[in-house]
């Protein structure tokens, strides 16, 4: 049934769609290109700049490339097998899963079959596509059968599909952090890919991010990147914004196109798109996961992070990728009782949480939030944050990238025949070659990285200032004895990057526009397992997550 609908649908040339063709497809056409002259056109009367879109298709990927190598096997999975595994599977945690398949409801490759179903069904038209999913594993289903379907004896996160940012590396698929520059770079995995797949998680593929992690264009649009065009948000396309720089993650994870995602934050890039799609999403303190095999911004604030639909999802999601990792200098061993947080919710009786005046004056969904877990019983003390400044943050940036990209650069990419670069300097160049299709929002934050002078003797100063700015932010943990401190969304998420704090983002309800917001937990460094107790408790407590009206079936 599925087969017949993508053929009717999907397929030029085809002369009838009146028996179901049981033969193999050779160069099927499931996608064309279409003109989306009149969505940017009516994208320039959004009121914030950062939505006012000059693409919304990429103009270097070719769909066809990406969706072709799996068509066969998946056109296969039927429609009657998809509505039957779709209550138990939509919204659905991983144990909830992992109970499904050891009682033989489904199995693993089905499971991944599912997901993939689901991807071509939207993101294949271009009225629904998210432009989120812009590389698929061709090995994927041949890795699932593999797997054993009793899951006994197994890490939870084995056989469950995962998708990755596309500026982590994987040695299936090209990492191009969404820059044409690294469009054919080829990596082996990043150390926290070859931990899941030791796991036997299953890479099911890559999701588009704010081009070079959103440190390329100064106000462009968030989610946008010259591979994979301007990624959409699943509550309402091209009407709320998708937050950055791991747009791909945070929407694929909303639409239910794997169990979970991952994503990486320099300062925000977890914790808004995880807002903005209402997932919860974990910044963990910096080295508890390994960056190596990741395009870099900084080596100073860099960390990937798990972002999933729900707090159980996050912390297997995480445990599965810890690890000591000798090639990363700030690398620690992992930190216990992770994996079992979402078994041992933190009584809220327990819990003393921090609360920002300014935002329960403006903000009415916080206020609501702050309101049920005073009802719960959670100890809460108000503050009025203060007026703190992260002087130099972006000559932090400045100096890491030019000098991290070159490492990256060196270490990481294996065909440097074909990926002639060396230095930021090299893909400035580069991108001025053509700047309408790999620049069209031009590249002065790369032009800031080159033009700064800074020393470095003067560079390790500002280190040491912003972490001791970013730790009086949070003075009030310390003073009160608080677990967290509340804020909203990435509101105070440069503050907890140069502290080098953990920070957990959690749905807590939608706006009248229906526009998500998130509950962000920022604690002590390397609490994350604490963070999670306290993250499950809420959540069991709202149950505020909603799945996207346009992606319930």
Not at 176 to 184: P, R
Not at 433 to 460: C, H, K, M, N
Request: charged residues 25%.
């Amino acid at each position: 049934m599925y087969k017949y609908l993508l053929v009717c649908l999907f397929i030029v040339g085809l002369s009838s769609c009146k028996q179901k063709n049981t033969e193999p497809q050779k160069e099927v056409v499931l996608w064309t290109p279409y003109n989306d002259s009149a969505e940017v056109a009516a994208s320039q009367e959004n009121e914030s700049t950062r939505m006012r879109y000059k693409f919304i298709q990429s103009k270097v990927l070719d769909k066809n490339e990406v969706f072709q190598a799996l068509y066969d096997e998946v056109s296969k999975f039927s429609e009657e097998q998809y509505e039957k595994m779709k209550p138990m599977v939509l919204e659905q945690d991983i144990p909830t899963l992992q109970k499904h398949i050891k009682n033989g409801d489904f199995s693993y490759e089905d499971l991944v079959l599912f997901y993939l179903h689901r991807i071509y069904k939207y993101e294949l038209p271009n009225n629904t596509t998210l432009n989120t999913v812009i590389a698929l594993n061709p090995n994927v289903l041949e890795e699932a059968r593999k797997l054993d379907a009793n899951s006994e004896g197994h890490h939870l996160i084995y056989g469950m599909p995962i998708l990755l940012k596309d500026n982590i590396g994987t040695s299936e698929m090209h990492t191009t952090a969404g820059a044409v520059a690294l469009k054919d770079s080829q990596t082996d995995d990043a150390f926290i890919v070859n931990r899941l797949k030791a796991k036997g998680a299953l890479i099911l593929g890559k999701v588009n991010l704010s081009e070079w992690a959103n440190f390329i264009c100064d106000v462009c649009p968030n989610g946008q990147s010259a591979v994979g065009g301007q990624t959409l948000n699943a509550y309402g396309r091209r009407v709320f914004d998708t937050g950055g720089s791991s747009a791909g993650s945070g929407t694929s994870t909303a639409a239910n196109y794997a169990v979970g995602a991952v994503g990486t934050e320099t300062s925000g890039s977890i914790l808004s798109p995880s807002g903005q799609s209402s997932v919860v999403g974990l910044k963990p303190t910096i080295g508890l996961l390994s960056r190596t095999g990741i395009v870099p911004i900084s080596s100073t604030l860099d960390t990937p992070g798990p972002m999933t639909k729900n707090v159980t999802d996050n912390a297997i999601l995480l445990d599965a990728m810890m690890g000591k990792d000798p090639k990363d200098a700030k690398s620690v061993e992992s930190e216990p009782g992770i994996l079992s947080a979402w078994m041992h919710p933190e009584p809220l009786k327990e819990v003393r949480l921090g609360v920002m005046k300014n935002l329960m004056e403006r903000d009415s969904i916080y206020a609501l939030a702050v309101q049920k877990l005073k009802d719960a019983g959670a100890q809460l003390i108000e503050f009025e944050p203060e007026n703190v400044q992260l002087d130099n943050f972006t000559t932090l940036l400045n100096l890491d990238m030019k000098k991290d990209l070159r490492a990256y650069l060196d270490a990481e990419v294996k065909n440097k025949d074909v990926v002639k670069l060396e230095t930021v300097e090299d893909v400035v160049r580069f991108n001025s070659q053509d700047s309408v299709v790999r620049i069209p929002y031009g590249q002065a934050r790369f032009d800031g990285i080159l033009a700064d002078s800074t020393t470095q003797d003067e560079f390790e100063k500002i280190k040491t200032d912003l972490m001791a700015a970013g730790r009086s932010f949070f003075k009030i943990m310390e003073e009160k004895n608080l677990d967290a401190v509340l804020s909203i969304n990435n509101y105070h998420a440069g503050y907890a990057a140069v502290a080098e704090y953990p920070a957990l983002t959690i749905p807590m309800g939608y706006k009248t526009s229906g526009e998500p917001e998130n509950l962000t937990f920022i604690g002590k460094p390397f609490t994350e397992a604490q963070l999670l107790r306290i993250g499950k408790a809420y959540e069991d407590l709202t149950h505020a997550r909603k799945i996207p009206e346009a992606f319930k079936d």
